[in-house]
């Protein structure tokens, strides 16, 4: 399956978590053909979690798509197209474009 296909580009959802959002350092590990140098930032993102300024969108989301889709975090895969968490970050992100 093609990386948010059936979002038609929208991608709002990535915007604001700066990195994949597992939720913990197992999730993350669960990822076995990750290489390091893909894991590693994320780990060092946690790490410095409080001296982040704002959220912006997940290193993973290029070009619209999420470039590691087979690895995305759990969170990302259950997330219901069209549900209510999707229409609040259409909301947050139409906000953000408005300025
Ligand atoms: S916010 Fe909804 S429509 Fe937009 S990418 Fe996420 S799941 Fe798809
Ligand atoms: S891991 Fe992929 S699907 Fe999940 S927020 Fe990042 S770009 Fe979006």
Request: proline fraction near 8%; charge should be negative; hydrophobic fraction near 30%.
């Amino acid at each position: 399956m093609d990386a948010l296909v059936d979002c038609g580009g929208c991608t709002s959802c990535c915007q604001f978590c700066n990195v994949p959002p597992f939720q913990s350092i197992e999730e993350l590990m669960e990822q076995t053909d990750l290489p390091n140098n893909i894991r590693d930032p994320i780990i060092r993102y946690w790490a410095t979690l409080n001296a982040v300024p704002s959220p912006g969108p997940c290193v993973w989301l290029q070009g619209g798509f999420c470039v590691h889709w087979e690895q995305r975090p759990r969170i990302c895969r259950d997330f219901e197209i069209g549900g209510e968490m999707c229409r609040l970050y259409q909301q947050m992100t139409q906000e953000v474009n408005d300025g």
